[in-house]
Structure formats: structure tokens, C-alpha cells
């Protein structure tokens, strides 16, 4: 299987800055868990002191997130004092260059030693009136996300044409070359030294694939398109494009800027002041710096004035380590911060990945960032993974355990009766062809969307033994990857951190499946027999250990022609549902059920705690936009905005400042894009917000920033309360609702609610089960109580309760 990166890199000429932070040092150490203080609000720092005080602010981080060693500050003090003002750090008198204006003075302190340094302002006849105390950390990182991952392979040479930073003797690490090929020392946190590059719009181009770098020789192209900035002036299509390295990862800071400027001294007259912090999606697992995507060029946003800021260690194609995510977005905002200064606002921008991240940071960070347009978001990514590691499991059943049932065959939608997603007929089983083969297997010609979009996930996330990522070959030309050691790639060892390791020394998984009732309202609904359902859940069975997993087999390793081959020699050879690795029903002991898999509850209550799982605690403007692909059988099901507006309610007792958008597809040539419009409205959104600071975010939306929906051409169908009625209540169904059909998952088919988050349910007997309700309208012979007490002998799910390990 090949890897899921897809990263575009640019080639042009560049300037090399010094600017952008100092700072070096190694890893080590570092808090397990979020810090519970939240970092200082985005919004303009202010103008004029408290009467009779001159104050001291820190303006890039919290105090004790500063990293690089160097920090932008100001001091809070009326002109008339600007004279007798004195810096001092560490007890040793310094003097940044400050800027100046009536009432305060702004610039960059560096310098700051690594750990705790004392910064004081001082009055020359006055004495002591301030003191800050900023804690620094290396510019690689970490400040809070634990211990750095190993191996890390580098791509700053691949991506950038960059040899990285020489920081280590230890050969393990990626090997630096000079201009002749020889080694010359070696890189353990690949950071490079910070420089810019200048791109232009053509006339005529649309999309950030259009872009073309300015001329090295300082020439000025004569086809530079213009653009008009949210303040009317219409000026040069000229982007400053500056790279680097920051907590290892490679950031992006993206904004207009005036032809022939000095890259060491950035003109900041054309940017508006608005900041978008651009995060992006995919599934990783880690052990790489990622690629640094030109998408961040967002033409619609940077045409109209806006900076944008991004990092590879924020695109959750690298990693799904939502600490270091958070860490990485605070470090990399930071780095902005003190090189452009404070901007008026941040709103989030990213899809998927990109959407979750907008969720759980405002949760995790306040104040990083002040508005979110979450794109085809979940409300995390472990909540995924209980329903996305049931996909196999029920596939399996129905094309091998149950392939004489033609109910699974004879109509694809039939599958969604366990899967929860939907199916289609209309798109193909990418494995049908292989049937003659298959002796043994009886697969559906269509697709559902555990096969079309979710397949090889449960192995990346799950099975150590699978590099998902193609890590060993990325490494290989630099690095002496076995001197690693043996590398557990899995979602679980990319945040080792928070899981723990277990007594097998493999990281210990949250997955599990005891007391699952699969197919439970399909059942109830008439849709399955009762013998179907209890079949089901006999033979179902659940995952292996991560220690007792084994390498997998087609599709995994490829699908090329030498491949197929060997599915033709071995028909076992052929295993996309990774049955090698699944706790399986044994036909010679038809009456003994396959085995569950119990989770951890120790990383279980790690995971709930540490900021991985989205509770709902958001209080931001936020406009939540799916285009509607359920047809297509995309992973971004829509039902996911509506379990994160049910989690918001759930903690916040009301998601009046969450609007939902939908936009359809079906039949549109070309997907319309909604994001310049939400943008518009996010600006009004905070506009409101900042002229009417004492309204709550809900009374201070615009008008279209309100639960809609849209037609295929982006046009409005419909819009206000009640347009997702009969999603999250009984009322009839709105007329967004009864537009866009919705599916769920297979945990939700299995009694659990919409918004998810159940990683271990709570137990009840079958008995109470039976008692209470929980079957009806079946209502169960004595036998079949005995059968479902040989299923379940630990009980049943109680979707009633909290998770077991839910804090309490």
C-alpha cells in the first residue's frame, strides 16, 4: 500500500533571514497532559495603561510558553515616561529596539536563557515597577508534549532542497552532507535556518497552483495580477512565502508584500491585520517532518489582505498527536507573533484533520485561535476509531464468516444494517474482480464506506507490525534505522505519551468491543431476524493484542500485478479486512463466541484527561461546513457536525455560536466552495463581537451566520432555527434535513448515541437488558436469553451510563 502523502514543494531561489528566534537545545522531559492556564487572547493588546501604573505585557505567548529565546513584549506607558523606562533581564540591563507611540513601546526581547528568566521594567527614579517571569524552551520543542518521538525522519532535503542543521554526533540520525556528498554530521531535529521566498498571481490565475516565483535578479514580470485588499486598495499580487523549523516541524507564514522589499526587514502595510491559522487533514502516525503544502497559499484570503500560518505539525497526514499539534500551533502562532507582530484576530481554516484540530484546541488553548471554520470535521480523531475498527470486523462477517446470507450480496444498502455508513451500489468494490479467486469469499460488487474510504485505517491505527507510512523507506537513504531498535509503527506508539506502555512493552490501546451488540436497531427495526443478530454477535469477534500482531497481507504491500499473483497462488494471501490479526470464530467450536477485545481502562482515562477527546467546551464563532458527499461514500460522513453539536450542548448548555452549513454536490461539475463566505461572515461575526463586547458570541451573529443550507451553485436553500429539525430531536424533519440525507456508524447502530465518545461502555446484564426493554419489540425465548448470556458473559452495553473511564 502506498503512502497517503501527497505533498506539493516548492523549488524557486531564496533569501536566507536571520530573523524569526534563536534558541537550540534537545528534547527530553515535559508534562504529560495540557496545562490547564490558557495562553493570552489574540485580540490587540491595550493602548492605555491603568491610571497611575506602567505595566509590562508579553504579547507572543503565555509566559510560560515562550520558546527560541526571544519574545515580543510591550511596555504600557505614557509617552511623557518612555524616557525613564529600563528593561532588565535576568538582572543585567538591556535595550531591545522599541517602537513607539502616545502610550506604549512594542519589540522583541531576546537573549532568554533556556528554563525560568526574570524580565523587569524598571523606572530610572521610581525603581521596580513590573516583572515578568518567562519561562523558555528550544525552538525544537518540547514545552508540554513529553518526550520527542523516535526515529524522526527528516524532509527538509526532500521537500526544500535543505540539508538540515548539524546537531548530533550520534550516527543514527539523519546524516547532513556537504556540497560533495560527504557526511559532515548529523541531524536529530532537522531544523533548518529561516528564509523567505517571493511568489506572484499571474493575471489571469485563480488557485494557489498558479502562483510563479518572482524573478532572482530583482526584475519586475509585467504579467503580476492585481488584487484589491478588504480596505479598498487594489495593489501587486506579490506573496513573501517564509519558511523554517519550529518544534521540529516545518512552518509557513504566507502574506502580501510590496515589490523589491528587504525580506530582513518585512513590510507589513499591505497585510490586514487578520490572521489565518491554516490547518490541515489526513491520517499519520507519526516519525516524519511532513511536507510544507502550497495550499497554504490561500489565494481568496491573501488576496484580501490576510497573513496565514502553518505547520507540518499540523497537518494530521504526519501525526494524529493532538498535544503536540496544540504545542506545535502555540510555538508556530508564536513564531508569527514576534516576527509581524500581534494581529487583530486568528480564525482557524482546514478540512477533516484540519476541522478536529479547530475543535479541540479553542478546548485545549483558549485564545489560540478567536473564530473556527471547521471544514468536514469529527469531533476527534479516537473517537473514530471504535467504529472505524469495527469496519473490518463486520465486513468480514458478512463477505467470509456469513457469505452464504445473500442478504449481503443481493442489496449493498443491506450492509449498512451493521456498518452504519452508507452503501452504494455505484461504487465498485475495488476487490471484485478478484472473486474467481476467492473460493472462500463472497463479496458485494458495490461498496460501502467502510471499503470505499475507511479500509487500511484499523491496520495504521492498530498494528504495529504495518508501516503505514512507508517510515523504514523514507529514512533509509540517511538514517540507520535499526539502530532504532524494533519501531511499533501504530496510532497508539505516535502518542505513547498519553497511552503508556503496557507490561507486554507495547503501547496500550483504547479499542474495544465488550458488551457491543452489533446490528442491535437494525434488529429492533424488523431490518434483521433475531437468528441474524444473534449470529452476528456470536461469531463478530474483536482485535488481537498489538504484541500478538503479525505483518498484513493484499492490499497492504502493494496491488500491482506480482501481487495479484500470489492472492492467485494463496487465496489467504488476500486479507483487506486483516483477519490474520482479528480474534476469529472457530467453525469447529460453533457455539463458542469469538472473543472481544477489552481496552485499556488506564489509557482509556489517560486519553479522556490528556485533551484527545473533544467534551464540547468551545465558545468561539464557529461555521461548520460539510459539502454533502454521502453519495460518494467519503469518510467525511455529515452526521459528524451534528455529534459535535450535541457534545457542545451537552457541556456548554447551548451551540447557539456553532452554525452548521451544508452545500450540495450531487450533480455539480465542480464543488462549489463556501469558505470565502464564511470567511465574510466570520469578519462581520467579530466585528460585532469587538464593537459589542458585552453581548454573548450568539448575540452578536450577523445574519448569515445561522444553520443553512445551499444548493449546488453555493446559492441559499434555506437558512434559520429549525432547518436541521429531526436530527437531534423528534420534530419533523427541517428542510436542510430532509435535503441531505444522514448515516451513522456501526456504534450507533449498536444503541450508542449519535455524538459518540464511548470508547469502554458500561456493563448491565443481559438480564437487566431483557427487564428493561433493551430488545423490544423482540422479546427473547429462554433459549435465546441463554445464548445471549454465552455471548455476552460480562454483560451488555449500558449506553445509559458514562464511559468507563470518563473523569468524573
Known amino acids: 500500500m502506498g503512502s497517503w502523502k501527497q505533498i506539493a514543494a516548492c523549488t524557486a531561489g531564496a533569501i536566507v533571514i536571520a530573523a524569526c528566534g534563536g534558541g537550540s537545545g534537545g528534547g527530553g522531559g515535559g508534562m504529560p497532559f495540557i496545562p490547564s492556564s490558557p495562553p493570552p487572547s489574540s485580540g490587540p493588546p491595550p493602548t ?17 510558553h515562550v520558546s527560541g529565546g526571544d519574545a515580543r513584549i510591550a511596555v504600557l506607558a505614557p509617552q511623557a515616561e518612555h524616557a525613564q523606562i529600563e528593561l532588565w533581564l535576568n538582572d543585567a540591563k538591556i535595550s531591545p529596539a522599541l517602537a513607539a507611540d502616545a502610550q506604549r513601546l512594542e519589540g522583541l526581547v531576546t537573549g532568554l536563557k533556556l528554563g525560568a528568566n526574570t524580565l523587569e521594567l524598571r523606572h530610572k527614579t521610581r525603581g521596580k515597577l513590573d516583572a515578568l517571569t518567562l519561562t523558555n524552551h528550544p525552538i525544537t520543542g518540547p514545552m508540554f508534549a513529553g ?88 495593489v501587486d499580487f506579490i506573496v513573501r512565502w517564509e519558511r523554517g523549523t519550529i518544534n521540529r516541524f516545518i512552518y509557513q507564514y504566507v502574506m502580501l508584500a510590496p515589490f523589491g522589499e528587504d525580506p530582513a526587514k518585512p513590510d507589513t502595510s499591505l497585510w490586514n491585520k487578520r490572521l489565518v491559522y491554516h ?19 490561500l489565494v481568496d484570503a491573501i488576496g484580501k489582505g490576510y497573513a496565514i500560518a502553518y505547520s507540518t505539525g499540523n497537518r494530521t497526514g504526519e501525526h494524529y498527536d493532538m498535544i503536540l499539534g496544540g504545542e506545535t500551533a502555540l510555538m508556530t502562532k508564536e513564531g508569527f507573533v514576534k516576527r509581524y507582530g500581534v494581529p487583530s484576530y486568528t480564525v482557524g481554516l482546514g478540512a477533516s484533520g484540519g476541522g478536529i484540530q479547530q475543535y479541540l484546541y479553542p478546548q485545549n ?9 471547521a471544514v468536514q470535521p469529527y469531533p476527534d480523531m479516537v473517537g473514530q476509531i471504535p467504529h472505524v475498527g469495527d469496519c473490518e470486523l463486520l465486513e468480514h462477517y458478512m463477505d467470509v464468516t456469513d457469505r452464504a446470507n445473500l442478504k449481503w450480496t443481493s442489496d449493498i444498502k443491506n450492509r449498512t444494517l451493521l456498518v ?47 508501516d503505514a507510512d512507508g517510515i523504514l523507506a523514507k529514512g533509509a537513504a540517511r538514517m540507520d534505522m535499526a539502530a532504532f531498535g524494533t519501531i511499533p509503527f501504530s496510532h497508539y506508539d505516535d502518542v505513547r505519551n498519553i497511552y503508556g506502555i503496557g507490561a507486554d512493552g507495547y503501547p496500550r490501546s483504547t479499542w474495544d468491543n465488550v458488551g457491543v451488540q452489533y446490528g442491535l436497531r437494525s434488529m429492533k427495526d424488523g ?38 499473483q500470489k492472492v492467485a497462488a494463496d487465496p489467504n494471501y488476500f486479507d483487506p479486512w486483516g483477519r490474520r490479526n482479528m480474534n476469529r470464530w472457530n467453525p469447529a467450536t460453533p457455539d463458542v463466541p469469538a472473543p472481544r477485545t477489552h481496552g485499556d481502562l488506564e489509557a482509556i482515562k489517560a486519553m479522556q484527561r490528556s485533551g484527545l477527546v473533544f467534551t464540547g467546551k468551545t465558545d468561539i464563532p464557529t461555521i461548520d461546513w460539510h459539502p454533502y458527499l454521502e453519495q460518494k461514500l467519503n469518510m467525511h460522513n455529515v452526521h459528524q457536525s451534528f455529534a459535535i453539536r450535541q457534545r457542545i450542548r451537552h457541556k456548554m448548555g447551548s451551540s447557539d455560536h456553532q452554525a452548521i452549513w451544508f452545500t450540495e454536490t450531487r450533480g455539480a461539475g465542480k464543488e462549489f466552495d463556501q469558505t470565502p463566505m464564511a470567511l465574510a461572515v466570520i469578519d462581520e461575526w467579530l466585528t460585532q463581537i469587538r464593537a459589542h463586547p458585552d453581548r454573548s458570541v450568539a448575540d452578536n451573529r450577523p445574519e448569515r451566520a445561522v444553520d443553512s443550507c445551499f444548493d449546488k451553485d453555493g446559492a441559499l436553500m434555506a437558512k434559520g432555527a429549525g432547518v436541521w429539525d429531526g436530527v437531534l430531536d423528534t420534530r419533523p424533519k427541517g428542510s ?41 419489540p423482540w422479546v427473547p425465548t429462554g433459549a435465546e436469553i441463554l445464548k445471549l448470556q454465552t455471548i455476552f458473559p460480562e454483560g451488555v452495553c449500558d449506553f445509559g451510563k458514562p464511559d468507563q473511564g470518563a473523569p468524573s
Request: with cysteine; glycine share 12%.
Open 48 to 64: 492605555t495603561p491603568p491610571a497611575s501604573k506602567i505595566a509590562l505585557q508579553l504579547l507572543s505567548s503565555q509566559p510560560e
Open 736 to 776: 436542510c434535513t430532509q435535503a441531505f440525507p444522514m448515516y451513522g456508524t456501526s456504534r450507533i447502530v449498536a444503541g450508542g448515541p449519535i455524538e459518540g465518545g464511548v470508547f469502554k461502555c458500561a456493563l448491565k446484564s443481559v438480564d437487566a437488558a431483557v427487564a428493561d426493554g433493551t430488545y423490544a
Open 420 to 466: 452504519g455508513f452508507n452503501a452504494e451500489a455505484g461504487v465498485a468494490n475495488p476487490f471484485f474482480a478478484l472473486q474467481p479467486y476467492l473460493p472462500d469469499v463472497k463479496m458485494a460488487a458495490g461498496s460501502t464506506e467502510c471499503r470505499a474510504a475507511w479500509m487500511g485505517l484499523t491496520a495504521g491505527a492498530m498494528n504495529p507490525k504495518f
Open 279 to 297: 490547518f490541515q487533514g489526513g491520517v499519520g502516525f507519526g516519525h516524519y517532518q511532513g511536507g510544507p503544502d502550497k495550499r497554504a497559499g
Open 147 to 234: 518526550p520527542k518521538q523516535e526515529p524522526f525522519v527528516c524532509s527538509v532535503l526532500t521537500e526544500l532542497g535543505k540539508e538540515p542543521l548539524v546537531d548530533t554526533t550520534d550516527p543514527k540520525y539523519y546524516a547532513v552532507k556537504d556540497a560533495g556528498g560527504a557526511t559532515v554530521g548529523y541531524s536529530q531535529h532537522c531544523s533548518i535556518a529561516p528564509y523567505v521566498l517571493y511568489y506572484y498571481m499571474p493575471v489571469g490565475g485563480t488557485t494557489h497552483s498558479h502562483y510563479k516565483p518572482m524573478p532572482t535578479d530583482g526584475s519586475r514580470p509585467a504579467d503580476i495580477a492585481k488584487t484589491t485588499l478588504t480596505d479598498g486598495r487594489e
Open 365 to 373: 488553548h483558549p485564545g489560540l485561535i478567536d473564530a473556527a471554520i
Open 527 to 564: 431490518k434483521l431476524t433475531s437468528a441474524e443478530f444473534l449470529d452476528l454477535n456470536l461469531k463478530v469477534g474483536g482485535w488481537k493484542r498489538m504484541s500478538e500482531m503479525v505483518p498484513e497481507g493484499f492490499p497492504y504491500n502493494g496491488t500491482g500485478s506480482s501481487e495479484v
